[in-house]
Nanobody, 126 residues
Framework: QLQLVESGGGLVQPGGSLRLSCAAP????????IGWWRQAPGKEREGVAC????????NYADSVKGRFTISRDSTKKTVYLQMDSLKPEDTAVYYC???????????????????WGQGTQVTVAS
């Protein structure tokens, strides 16, 4: 059973950066499409970024395009979400999700994911 673990969240000032990590202890995330999602209090869950299982496709929500970057390091069996120029509206719990041989459509919500992590809190405030 694939268990995803997110890390790297925390408190950061507006304009700052954080790098989130998604790993599955004991497993490689190769051959898995990965999505990063977030949910703020009182709001619906939002697909933020995705990377296909081949890493050939990457897509981002319009709200983070140009500020967030998703990447995969196969040697470390980890997928990252680099978040730069953070804004208060980026405050949310961030989740990674995985689907074996998953794709990465331009509309991130179209890709179903069978595995989800527990989430990591990101707070952007001064």
């Amino acid at each position: 059973q694939l268990q995803l673990v997110e890390s790297g969240g925390g408190l950061v000032q507006p304009g700052g950066s954080l790098r989130l990590s998604c790993a599955a202890p004991g497993f490689s995330l190769d051959f898995y499409g990965i999505g990063w999602w977030r949910q703020a209090p009182g709001k619906e869950r939002e697909g933020v970024a995705c990377i296909s299982s081949s890493s050939a496709s990457k897509n981002y929500a319009d709200s983070v395009k140009g500020r967030f970057t998703i990447s995969r390091d196969s040697t470390k069996k980890t997928v990252y979400l680099q978040m730069d120029s953070l804004k208060p509206e980026d405050t949310a719990v961030y989740y990674c999700a995985a689907e074996r041989l998953g794709g990465c459509p331009r509309s991130i919500t179209r890709q179903p994911y069978g595995y989800w992590g527990q989430g990591t809190q990101v707070t952007v405030a001064s």
